[in-house]
């Protein structure tokens, strides 16, 4: 297990080279001059001198780094090659510069990056809650009326996108019933503490949580479904059920051990893929979250930030695949064995 | 010969469509020996088609899947949009088709009949004042609503009525002025809130009477009012910076020359005629300029009152932003943006011109009808039966529509019914941009799916089939592309590529391949995998044994059998390209406005005030998303049951 792991870190380590490699690329590509922007803010200051003007962009793009050819760039920015002299990339800690906030990047992200783990984790122990013993039931009950009507129902769920979901929710449960607020992360104006805080969050979270949770409940039903159905078709089951366990035992115990390979599978990629997958609820309700964050950047010009996002969801799907691969060997043995 | 010729090819289409139809499609040739007659057990791809079938969920959902198509392919070249046409009077209009229906009481006879929006004010022969059309607005007040006429006004006995663009005025036979509609910008009352901006209402119309039978012309424009007396005074008022900016300078001149004859509002200005038939415009200079063609048939510009001369005005009428003026040897000249007049035919006289909100109406001497302007919307389409000589004596245009009289009846009707799914706030047809709409995004996600199938069949039948280092390395690769985020990783391509000055097509086609490029992994996977699969199968080793060469197996073995797979994997991708260019599009990172799909038509729905208000914005567009991405599920769904051979013996 553990040269399997390491075989699989090792091999994780060279793919993510290629694609920052691959995302610096299409960053330089973006038609944007820093330098430029940075040197337009000066102009008043250079009103009478164009010449120094000129000579500041210059310096200004040399500081930077953007003459250097894009291999030189990218060893600096990753922290392996000195410019200007100077080593400062992501391995020294230098994650880049938001010039929208005037702050480093990683500064910008940390209050986001914890609006959007919690909005995830409530939001997946939701579904899950709800998904699982509805699969099972329907596993169980398979080709009866009420498997029949979930089964219809979660294909229009997940075949309707997350913005119509969000649209339908805002029009029922904020404009029709008038219980939850449309948009924003907490009462304007407000200054609550404690246990106050909490609820008020909470009543602006209930939104985009009832909807992420609605959004994924097709999706996931009809996997849990799906592999609830195959394990109870195998052999063992039928075994368990001839020697006279009760169908309790049958089902929890031993075909829902079974089940949970692939849906552990499920779990871990969904939840990780949610971190890009959160882009659209946080831009539809406004909530200070990093997919929030990322449009924001790309809209307002803020490539560094949007680089450092791109190498982060890169990661978090790199770190997921290894996760998927690690958890599949815990949760069976043959797996285990084979490797 | 020639009849030698054809049979053959005749015979062979017609075998090809009885394959494609009847199965055998994917499976081998079997050339002669297959008639109908002596087969007598069905093809793998016959039989799939007929369980298919046999389900009728799957059934409909091809159907309205196909009619889905026909709707958005075919429509479009019947009705294409303009991407430049926006109406602001109609914008935010409900789904209703009643902005023509005329009542009764106005059928055997109209005082006036005027509309400056998407509602019409009438005014029978009794003194009753009538509203139909549509009026949208959020206030709560009720004299807000115009449709709601007020039960003072319902009761007196009007003699003159008038319809602005959000407010109506009405005067009864003791010279009582009423109005009612918004009055935010003194449109009337003094109560409104910006009434400062605004020309005020005069205090003596708000409190006291005018003698009713002195007065000559009532008139609303853009949220201006104006009222004509005989002797040539004139009260207006309103919000004349937006509604007629030379409000002040003509009222100025009808104070110190008091001879106007006639009044016209554009959406924007006011006009007057004088009883010496002279051109007012008070100091505006919109349509100071004329383009007329020279004797060489090229265009020149003129002054408008250089080329009218010494002639005489006789009537002026006034679209929302043109000017007709008919000179006293009968030429009708048209200012503004309008098209040219029509040629009448010879010695017929013009009778009288009125005018809608885009378009102009004209009736000659011997009862005959022409139209011209901007009839997008229907205005200019005289009905066949009124273009002959005596068909009706009078013509009231009125905003988007026409209605015909002859002898004081009402005759027939045309211009705009209104429409079947509202429009949107740029006053755009949102039946249309749906249907154009869902051309973008099936195109898009057709293109798109195409791409990705191409590139992840070919990598994954290599990969399975070859096995090796060669295996090796195309996984390596899908997996790289795998790893890329897709959501985030689109977004900034299209970021890109709409900083670049790349034009909209050619935008829109990268847009289609970059979705295809980034979404080919998951077939490779999958086709490597039964490619796999497969190759080790004993019809494989069999046909490997009787000598049949490599490529034979690999195209006539091995991938009829993957096809199934590839199939229901298009089906499905093709939902989810469609889905993946509605969100771009709705974050606004896909096809830009005013270019409709329907990801961004949902795109101007985000705010609660929208969602409220007008539900039809975003409820049609989001059912046909909705109903087609469901289809197309449902139809994947479907193949994969029936092509898998285990989901048989299951059930």
Redesign the interface.
Known sequence: MGKYILKRLGYMAI?TV??SF?MFV?YT????DRARAEVETLKNAYKNNPEGFQQRYEELRKEMGLDENIIVRYFGWIGVAPINGKYQGLLQGDFGYSYIHDRPAQEVLVEPMKNTIFINLFATFLALGITIPMGIFCAVHR?SKRDTAIQ?GT??G????I??TA??C??FF??VLGIFP??GMKTPGSNYTGMKKFFDQMKYMALPLIVMTLSSLGGMTRYVRASMTEAL?MDCIRTARAKGLREKVVIYSHAWRNALIPIVTLVIGWFLSIF??S??IE??FGLNGMGLI??NS??GKDFEV?LL??MF??I???LG?LLIDIAYGFVDPRIRVNK | MNNQKKAPKKLFIAECLQKMFFGNLFGRMRGEEHTVENERYDSPSKLAVKRFFRKPLATTAVIVLLSMFLFVFIGPAFDPVDLSYMEAAHANVAPNMNMMKLPDSLKDGAVSITSNGSFTLGLDEEGDVHVWGYYGTTSKEDRVDVMKIPQEVQDANIRFAAAGSDHCIAIDDKGKVYGWGMYDNAQYSHDGTLIAMCIKQPTELLNGTLNVDNVKQLICGNQVTAILMKDGSLYAWGNDQTGAPNMQAVMKLAKENANFDEIAFTNSGMFALTDEGEFVTGGSAKYDNLQILDENGATKVVNIFDYIGTRKIVDIAASGDSVVLLTDDSEVITLGTATKPPVLAEGEKIVEVSAGTRHFILVTDNGKVYAWGNGKLGQTDVPEQLTVAGAVDTVIASGFQNYAYKDGEFVDAWGLKGYVFGTDNMGRDIFNRVMNGGRMTMTIGAVAVIVATIIGVIIGCISGYFGGWVDMFLMRVTEIFGAIPFLPFALVLSSILQASNLNEDTRIFIIMIILGLLSWTGLARLVRGQVLAEREKEFVTAAKSMGVSQRRIAFKHILPNVISVILVSVTLDFATCMLTESTLSYLGFGVQLPRPTWGNMLDGCRNSVVIQNYWWRWLFPAIFLSITVICINVIGDTLRDVLDPKSEVEK
């Open positions: 793919v290629i694609l691959l299409v590509m973006i038609p944007f080709g219809a294909i229009i997940y075949s309707i996108p913005f119509i649209i339908l805002v029009w904020a404009i449309v948009s078709s890009s997958g882009i659209m831009n539809i990322y449009i790309l809209t949007v996002l791109q969801y890169v978090v799907g790199l695949n």
